[in-house]
């Protein structure tokens, strides 16, 4: 059985002290106790989100890092700096990262190793663009990042690695993927994994994302394929979010 895993990726958004408002609404409503909830905040604020989020079962994920452990790399925050904070998760090329940032397939896997190596767990981001999607190479597009991601990755490591699939087109747009095209994806991963990693095959989780809100969670969490939701948007709004985790 994998846990449903529902993420919030609060992207550039909140200050320490909205940060504090947001968790403690979260923390005040009641939570499917069945579902791992996450929230990955901005780096200034997983200090002080740490201790509010202390004595509940909410995890805490950052949304981004560098691959070295420290070094002159200006404006970077180290895995090394995520782990003492007692950061769980750390979300690893999230498309926004992939299109502003230059964000690589190679710079994607590094990051995922050191992760790996530094008892973070990576919420690994894939997805195509409409482009993409329109000339029907979404597959081979999603294939070629998910063998990138994953090369000189071992087996015993995908215990720790969800994937998060979110196509881009989807992001902030407010279109979901439908169910099924989204379902239809992620058995594709899944295969894609298998390949690779036969044994790890049914017990990684693989997550949708892209415009999941309270009103399309039931239908998306419903499909056999889907393990969890990473939430931009829906995230922001504790009411949505507690919806979310109580699908
Ligand atoms: P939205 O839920 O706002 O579409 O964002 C999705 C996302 O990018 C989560 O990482």
Not at 42 to 58: D, G, M, Q, V, Y
């Amino acid at each position: 059985m994998r846990t449903p895993i529902i993420a919030g990726n609060w992207k550039m958004n909140n200050t320490i002290k909205e940060a504090l408002g947001l968790i403690e609404e979260i923390k005040a409503s009641k939570l499917n106790k069945d579902v791992e909830a996450v929230v990955c905040v901005p780096f200034i604020c997983l200090s002080e989100a740490k201790k509010a989020l202390e004595n509940t079962e909410i995890k805490l994920g950052a949304q981004n890092m560098h691959w070295e452990e420290s070094g002159a790399f200006t404006g970077e925050i180290s895995p090394k700096m995520l782990k003492e904070l007692g950061v769980d998760y750390v979300i690893i090329g999230h498309s926004e990262r992939r299109q502003y940032f230059n964000e690589t397939d190679e710079t994607v896997n590094k990051k995922i190793k050191s992760s790996l190596n530094h008892g973070l767990k990576p919420i690994v981001c894939v997805g195509e663009t409409l482009d993409e999607r329109e000339a029907n190479i979404e597959k081979d597009v999603v294939k070629k990042q998910i063998e990138k991601a994953f090369e000189g990755i071992e087996e015993k490591d995908l215990d720790n690695i969800v994937i998060a699939y979110e196509p881009i087109w989807a992001i902030g747009t407010g279109k979901t993927a439908s169910s099924d095209d989204a379902n239809n994806m992620l058995a594709f991963i899944r295969e894609t994994i298998g390949n690779k990693y036969e044994e790890k095959k049914n017990d990684i989780r693989i997550q949708y994302g892209g415009s999941v809100k309270p009103s399309n969670i039931k239908e998306l969490m419903d499909k056999e394929e889907i393990d969890g939701a990473l939430v931009g948007g829906a995230s922001l709004v504790a009411k949505d979010f507690v919806d979310l985790i109580n699908f």
